[in-house]
């Protein structure tokens, strides 16, 4: 019998293709994805990673063992020193410093995909909220690796990203928390429909960097 993690990864194999397809990746792999885009990109992931890092310190005070909340308190603990030094190495040279307070707000799709992680950290049964956050995980390694397959040779404008996300030591930590997933899972349809609801919200982080994604203004 396949384990949970892999139902779920298996329920978005439309989603990852899409993602490989999206235009904001294959510039990504091949170096040309233009500089404002990558730039917008890494603004909103920095608005995501102060609010993914309290969701997964909320899943760590909710965990019902003690491997669950080291595993989850120590994921919140990397995910900022990891990916907050990536942030700043690329946006602090470019006059923008995420952790300042001029730095522009998060995208409509950055604040309803947090938002839904949020609510499933404080209110979804456990498993379900497990599954809500590790698409962050899976699709994340996953990306690193198909970029880092077919990258384009010699010096890449965003090789520390890909190298980042392509690194067996990510690679690991997805795999204890998808481990862990496959542990303490009680519903798999409800944990499958959540993991591919946050699915879908990776294609659409991804896609709002590529188009702007902008908060409406008020008309007259």
């Known amino acids: 019998m396949s384990?949970?993690?892999?139902?779920?990864?298996t329920s978005v194999d439309d989603w990852f293709a899409a993602i490989c397809r999206h235009p904001f990746v294959v510039g990504l792999t091949d170096g040309s994805l233009p500089e404002d885009v990558f730039v917008r990109y890494l603004v909103d992931d920095a608005h995501y990673l102060d609010r993914y890092a309290r969701v997964l310190s909320q899943l760590a005070s909710r965990a019902p063992d003690v491997a669950g909340i080291e595993l989850w308190a120590a994921s919140a603990v990397g995910a900022v020193a990891a990916e907050r030094e990536l942030h700043r190495s690329y946006l602090v040279p470019r006059g923008l410093d995420?952790?300042?307070d001029?730095?522009?707000e998060a995208s409509p799709t950055c604040v309803a995909y947090t938002g839904s992680l949020e609510a499933a950290a404080h209110s979804a049964p456990f498993d379900v909220a497990l599954a809500a956050v590790l698409p962050?995980?899976?699709v994340y390694a996953e990306v690193g690796r198909h970029v880092m397959a077919r990258r384009a040779p010699g010096q890449h404008p965003y090789g520390a990203w890909i190298d980042t996300y392509a690194a067996p030591e990510f690679d690991e930590a997805v795999r204890r928390a998808e481990a862990y997933l496959d542990a303490?899972?009680?519903?798999?349809?409800a944990v499958v429909a959540a993991y591919r609801r946050s699915t879908r919200f990776e294609w659409m982080f991804w896609d709002a960097a590529w188009r702007a994604d902008p908060w409406?203004?008020?008309t007259s």
Not at 3 to 9: E, R, V
Not at 184 to 189: E, F
């Open 3 to 9: 384990s949970t993690a892999q139902d779920c990864w």
């Open 98 to 100: 995420p952790e300042a």
């Open 102 to 104: 001029a730095v522009p």
């Open 136 to 138: 962050c995980f899976r």
């Open 184 to 189: 303490w899972t009680t519903d798999r349809d």
């Open 216 to 218: 409406p203004a008020p």
